[in-house]
């Protein structure tokens, strides 16, 4: 929760192990109690710990009751995020207009501080393909310049599954490659015909889970090989000299 909070102030998309992720959500957790401490006594105030504590409590619970990774999903915690932008702001307009000169200065400097974390944040972000809050589609530039690469000397067509969140993850990479690329979409168990050797036509399968891989393996004879190639991730290739049409399924 603490990282979600923080990254409403700073986020230069830096790596999750980077110090500074491990330092940020603790001080973003400290300014934010600081915040809520500072708003005066009333219903103004519980309503604020309610729409901190209800949306984490809702999230957090069952992912340790039951398993899951809801909490680690930023947007389900936008009642929260919002609520402590609220109430951090309340807090420093507070200070801001209070009759200790230390008090006021403390907030000036934090004000100054959070703006400066912020406009570097949306600079950040704004020049980068992708952010790492983007957890089905980040890979998607990286894999798109990768398929624009490779159509420059051979022709290639994308296998799409539509299992999950296929279709979606089909319609970003779409958007990022040349008009004249190949998509074929299909369901398990019709897996699509493989192009003949002759065509040198290669295809490629991107977010291809374990259950498509051992299909294909089973209905083509080998695994599709993992593509290992920098800035690319989760993006197979059919093998050569896979055989050019599919087994017949068994009843």
Known sequence: MGLHLSSAWIDLGLPLAHPINLIAPGLALLL??????????????RFALAMLLVPAAILIAPDLLLGGKRSAVTRYFMPLVIM???????????GLSAPQTH?????????????????????????????????????????ADYITAVQQNQAAMVWVELQENGLGNGIALAHRLPGSTLFHFFRRPNLPPAPPPDSKT???LPYANGELMAAIAQTYGQPPALIEAPNVYELWQLQPGSNTSPAPIQP
């Open 32 to 45: 934010l109690g600081w915040g809520w401490f500072s708003l005066p006594p009333g219903p103004g105030r």
């Open 84 to 94: 402590a932008l609220v109430t951090l702001a309340l807090a420093i307009a507070r």
């Open 103 to 143: 008090r006021r200065l403390a907030c000036q400097l934090l004000l100054v501080g959070l703006l400066c974390a912020g406009f570097s944040s949306c600079f950040q972000s704004a020049k980068a393909p992708a952010w790492w809050n983007k957890s089905f589609n980040f890979t998607v530039a990286g894999m």
């Open 202 to 204: 290669l295809v490629l």
